[in-house]
């Protein structure tokens, strides 16, 4: 398994570390860890001198390095040592998203897992910054772990879906290894505006989804409420749900439902990771 952590040192990049690396406790893993200096900086910086490849060495390659092999220290002292785990550094002078696709095609890399901050950071996120730019200009796997979230055994994982099939099953693939690893249980769970009954192709692909998650044994939850955030909240705090998964294509519908401007009214963004799944 090859997974990308991109920091940039602060305390929400520490935690999906943390978490990455407890998440994958049982599993062996190659981990990258992946400072991007932001190459807009660098070109106003330089607007009075050539910048040459010494200058940007000494100025940026160079503290990030330093600041890499804190953050491997940093590993050390706060995780046991496991076996199964490697660590590697990487610092790229580059736009961010350019560097996180090459590195994700040159390390074959299976999933990114990235913090963000908050609430209303995540309204943000979605639509604009690193990590919104990520799970949807990206094509990998994301997790996306909010900064209060702390890895508990993953027990309830809530995948939400329209049930309008846009995508392969085999994008699937992700979440049924998290399943087969945690022996977590899966709840898929349909939002809808208004007590609206399922068309055919709908209830087909309903029939789909149930026959590729079989072996997990998924229950299907039907929420209906004026106020579709109250409905979903209730749902993850009485199932005390772990996780929400989603398909990448899907986020658009799923940005309608939970990424309105009462956000910050939400309290499980703060603390419950997303995984976002591409093709």
Request: net charge negative.
């Given at each position: 398994?090859?997974?990308?952590?991109?920091?940039?040192?602060?305390?929400?990049?520490?935690?999906?570390?943390?978490?990455a690396?407890?998440?994958?406790?049982?599993?062996?893993?190659?981990?990258?860890?992946?400072?991007?200096?932001?190459i807009?900086?660098?070109?106003?910086?330089?607007?009075?001198?050539?910048?040459?490849?010494?200058?940007?060495?000494?100025?940026y390659?160079?503290?990030?390095?330093?600041?890499?092999?804190?953050?491997?220290?940093?590993?050390?002292?706060?995780?046991?040592?496991?076996?199964?785990?490697?660590?590697?550094t990487?610092?790229?002078?580059?736009?961010?998203?350019?560097?996180?696709?090459?590195?994700?095609e040159?390390?074959?890399?299976?999933?990114i897992?990235m913090g963000?901050?908050?609430?209303?950071?995540?309204?943000?996120f979605?639509?604009g910054s690193?990590t919104?730019?990520v799970?949807?200009?990206?094509?990998?796997?994301?997790?996306?772990?909010?900064?209060?979230?702390?890895?508990n055994?993953l027990?309830?994982v809530?995948?939400?879906?329209?049930?309008n099939?846009?995508?392969?099953?085999?994008?699937?693939?992700?979440?049924t290894?998290?399943?087969k690893?945690?022996k977590?249980?899966?709840?898929?769970?349909?939002?809808?505006?208004?007590?609206?009954?399922?068309n055919?192709?709908?209830l087909?692909?309903k029939?789909?989804?149930?026959?590729?998650?079989?072996e997990?044994?998924?229950s299907?939850?039907?929420?209906?409420?004026?106020?579709?955030?109250?409905?979903?909240e209730?749902?993850?705090?009485?199932?005390?749900?772990?996780?929400?998964a989603?398909?990448?294509?899907?986020?658009?519908?799923?940005?309608?439902?939970?990424?309105?401007?009462?956000?910050e009214?939400?309290?499980y963004?703060?603390?419950?990771?997303?995984?976002?799944?591409?093709?």
């Amino acid at each position: 398994m090859n997974v990308l952590l991109p920091t940039d040192f602060s305390e929400n990049s520490w935690n999906a570390i943390s978490y990455a690396i407890a998440f994958f406790e049982n599993t062996e893993c190659n981990f990258y860890l992946l400072h991007v200096n932001r190459i807009e900086g660098m070109v106003a910086s330089a607007e009075n001198y050539i910048t040459t490849e010494d200058v940007i060495e000494e100025i940026y390659t160079k503290p990030s390095r330093t600041k890499l092999r804190q953050q491997l220290k940093q590993v050390r002292e706060n995780h046991k040592v496991n076996k199964n785990h490697r660590f590697y550094t990487l610092t790229e002078n580059y736009f961010f998203l350019e560097a996180i696709r090459k590195h994700v095609e040159e390390k074959k890399i299976d999933m990114i897992v990235m913090g963000t901050k908050g609430a209303s950071g995540l309204s943000k996120f979605i639509v604009g910054s690193n990590t919104g730019d990520v799970i949807t200009k990206v094509k990998c796997t994301t997790l996306v772990v909010p900064e209060c979230a702390k890895y508990n055994k993953l027990q309830e994982v809530a995948f939400t879906s329209d049930f309008n099939l846009t995508y392969d099953l085999n994008i699937l693939q992700p979440l049924t290894n998290v399943l087969k690893d945690t022996k977590g249980n899966l709840r898929v769970i349909h939002i809808q505006n208004k007590d609206t009954t399922l068309n055919p192709e709908q209830l087909n692909n309903k029939e789909l989804l149930n026959d590729y998650f079989e072996e997990f044994n998924p229950s299907f939850h039907f929420l209906t409420n004026k106020n579709v955030e109250d409905a979903i909240e209730c749902f993850v705090e009485s199932r005390s749900v772990d996780m929400i998964a989603m398909v990448a294509k899907n986020l658009n519908y799923f940005q309608n439902i939970l990424f309105h401007s009462k956000v910050e009214k939400i309290t499980y963004h703060t603390d419950i990771p997303f995984l976002v799944l591409h093709e």
